[in-house]
C-alpha cells in the first residue's frame, strides 16, 4: 500500500521568506501523480499544485514550486515570499495512475501547520 | 458556481442514534468519495463511488454506509455511531476522464458524538 509520509508537524516562517515544506511517499507504482492542499482555518481544501510522475520538469505555480525527486520519493512544496495568507495546515497528497483499483482516491499525508509571523 | 456541497457544517449527536450527511455537487462529476480527517492522521478515504449505484470501500469503511441513487448525490450513513467517528468529514468529486483531475471538497462536516 502507499504511504505518505509528511516529518515536519509544524514549521513557521517570516513574512516575505522562504519555506520548505517535506513529503515522502513510499510506492511501487511508476505511474501517479502528487498533489499539494492547502487547508485554511476555514477548513476548505485547496489544490496548491500537482505534478505527474511522468514529468521531469518540477511544477510551479506563481510563488508556489515543488523538488519533485522521483528516485528518492520525495515531493517538497517552496513556498516564496510567504504572505499571512499562507498560514495552513499543507497536506501531502499521492494518487496512483491508470489501472487497477481504487481509481481516483488519494493517499493524504498527516500534514503540516505553517505560522507566518509579520 | 462549480461546487460540492456539504450538509450540515456542525453536527452534534449521542451514540446509536442514526444520521446522514449529506453531499451535492453540480458539476455532473462520476466520482464521488468521501474521507474522515483526524489530527497526526491527515485524510483517509471511507467509500468512494465511480457512478450511480456503483460504491466501493475505502480505507475506512466500518461503521460507515453510502448509497449513490443519483449522479449528484452521495449521502454518508452513520446507522449507529459510536464516539471514535467523531471526526472532520470531507465529501469530494472530480471527473473520471484524466487521472490527475483534482478532487473538488467540500467544506466538510464536524461530526461530535457524546
Known amino acids: 500500500a502507499q504511504t505518505v509520509t509528511q516529518s515536519q508537524p509544524e514549521m513557521s516562517v517570516q513574512e516575505a521568506e522562504t519555506v520548505t515544506l517535506s513529503c515522502t511517499y513510499d510506492?511501487?507504482?511508476?505511474?501517479?501523480?502528487l498533489f499539494w492542499y492547502k487547508q485554511p482555518p476555514s477548513r476548505q481544501m485547496i489544490l496548491v499544485i500537482r505534478q505527474e510522475a511522468y514529468k521531469q520538469q518540477n511544477a510551479t505555480e506563481n510563488r508556489f514550486s515543488v523538488n519533485f525527486q522521483k528516485a528518492a520519493k520525495s515531493f517538497s512544496l517552496k513556498i516564496s515570499d510567504s504572505q499571512l495568507g499562507d498560514a495552513a495546515m499543507y497536506f501531502c497528497?499521492?494518487?496512483?495512475?491508470?489501472?487497477?483499483?481504487?481509481?481516483?482516491?488519494?493517499?493524504f499525508g498527516q500534514g503540516t501547520i505553517l505560522t507566518v509571523h509579520p | 458556481e462549480a461546487q460540492v456541497t456539504q450538509n450540515p457544517r456542525y453536527l452534534i449527536t449521542v451514540t446509536g442514534k442514526k444520521l446522514t450527511v449529506t453531499c451535492s455537487q453540480n458539476m455532473n462529476h462520476e466520482y464521488m468519495s468521501w474521507y474522515r480527517q483526524d489530527p497526526g492522521l491527515g485524510l483517509r478515504q471511507i467509500y468512494y463511488s465511480m457512478n450511480v449505484e456503483v460504491t466501493d470501500k475505502g480505507d475506512v469503511p466500518e461503521g460507515y454506509k453510502v448509497s449513490r441513487k443519483e449522479k449528484r448525490n452521495f449521502p454518508l450513513i452513520l446507522e449507529s455511531p459510536s464516539p471514535n467517528q467523531t471526526s472532520l468529514y470531507f465529501c469530494?468529486?472530480?471527473?473520471?476522464?484524466?487521472?490527475?483531475?483534482?478532487?473538488?471538497f467540500g467544506n466538510g462536516t464536524r461530526l461530535t458524538v457524546t
Open positions: 497528497a499521492y494518487r496512483k495512475g491508470a489501472g487497477g483499483t481504487s481509481y481516483g482516491k488519494l493517499t
Open positions: 469530494a468529486s472530480s471527473s473520471v476522464g484524466s487521472y490527475n483531475s483534482p478532487l473538488h
Open positions: 510506492t511501487s507504482e511508476s505511474d501517479y501523480y
